[in-house]
């Protein structure tokens, strides 16, 4: 079954940019069944919905994040990408990447990654 | 955007009980898309009910969803040991930015 598995550094320095990628595995990532996700969760603001990217093109993003927000995708390494710029200390959370279906909501799920904001 | 309150924010109960978890939407949620959500601590969130009330793949039956419009509702018939997590309801009924509520911790 398809699994999911995010990377990236731990700990960025704030004002710096939060870089963190999703490989996919198991199965296709530009099979068109899924809108990859990303997903934060902190204590103070539960789970907030960042952004997806879809079929390579289509992008959306939450607008408390638009601004800040790079999603990308590499359809050759099956891995899509999250960049969040001008990093906060309320920016310190747990990212899961995901994957949404139109009916299914986000029935896959990656373990998540601890990135915390500090000098 | 859809604000989701879940009530309440703990329930205590014990094993063989039922559970009975409220999400309210501050607007209706187009074509009852309504997803519920099971998550243990230091793993991610376990997919349960999606659309309001079809189970997800390998979802044991004691797990039903239920309501429509801006009101649904989590019941588990008989609480097991396994059972005792926090929910969370999410909305993906109309355009992002999808939304979750703030989570119900199922306590013994």
């Known amino acids: 079954q398809v699994q999911l598995q995010e990377s990236g550094p731990g700990l960025v320095k704030p004002s710096q940019t939060l870089s963190l990628t999703c490989t996919v595995s198991g199965g296709s990532i530009s099979g068109g069944d899924y809108y990859w996700s990303w997903i934060r969760q902190s204590p103070g603001k539960g789970l907030e919905w960042i952004g997806y990217?879809?079929?390579?093109?289509?992008?959306y993003y939450n607008p408390s994040l638009r601004s800040r927000v790079t999603i990308s995708i590499d359809t050759a390494e099956k891995r899509f990408s999250l960049k969040l710029n001008s990093v906060a200390a309320a920016d310190s959370a747990v990212y899961y990447c995901?994957?949404?279906?139109?009916?299914?909501?986000?029935?896959?799920w990656g373990l998540g990654t601890l990135v915390t904001v500090s000098s | 955007e859809i604000v989701l309150t879940q009530s309440p924010d703990t329930l205590s109960l014990s094993p063989g009980e039922r559970a009975t978890l409220s999400c309210r939407a501050s607007?209706?949620?187009?074509?009852?898309?309504l997803a519920w959500y099971q998550q243990k601590p230091g793993q991610p969130p376990r997919l349960l009910i999606y659309a309001a009330s079809n189970r997800a793949t390998g979802i044991p039956d004691r797990f039903t969803g239920s309501g429509s419009g801006a009101d649904f509702t989590l019941t588990i018939s008989r609480l097991e040991p396994e059972d005792f997590a926090v929910y969370y309801c999410q909305q993906y009924g109309s355009s992002p930015p999808y939304t979750f509520g703030q989570g119900t911790k199922l306590a013994i």
């Open positions: 607007q209706s949620i187009s074509s009852n898309y």
């Open positions: 995901a994957g949404f279906h139109w009916l299914r909501a986000f029935d896959l």
């Open positions: 990217i879809y079929n390579s093109g289509t992008l």
